[in-house]
């Protein structure tokens, strides 16, 4: 069975942290590029921040570039989200996706709020 589940979301105050994992069970997670994306309401869903399968090279928006850190640990089938500095414009429902070729596979998200 096919899981990929996102955990670490929560509530926290301005200039705080907060670290998200994404699990996955049921395919090899290792071959697949894995992005965070963030949508929060009213808005467009937006890319934060993708690693690669092969050399494992990250990219992160403009908007969180410094504060966040994308990283995986292919032996555990985890992706983490590690967010510090954080901002109150950063609340937002994150999710995690994977794409392999035509395979792809999200997880159903995982609330984080910013607020004092």
């Known amino acids: 069975q096919v899981q990929f589940v996102e955990s670490g979301g929560g509530t926290v105050q301005p200039g705080g942290s907060l670290r998200l994992s994404c699990t996955a069970s049921?395919?090899?997670?290792?071959?697949?590029?894995v992005a965070w994306f963030r949508q929060a309401p009213g808005k467009e869903r937006e890319g934060v921040s993708c690693i690669s399968s092969h050399d494992g090279a990250t990219y992160s928006a403009d908007s969180v570039k410094g504060r966040f850190t994308i990283s995986r640990d292919n032996a555990r089938s985890t992706v983490d989200l590690q967010m510090n500095d954080l901002k109150p414009e950063d609340t937002a429902v994150y999710c995690c996706n994977a794409v392999f070729y035509t395979s792809q596979y999200w997880g159903q998200g995982t609330q984080v709020t910013v607020s004092s």
């Open positions: 049921g395919f090899t997670l290792a071959d697949y590029g």
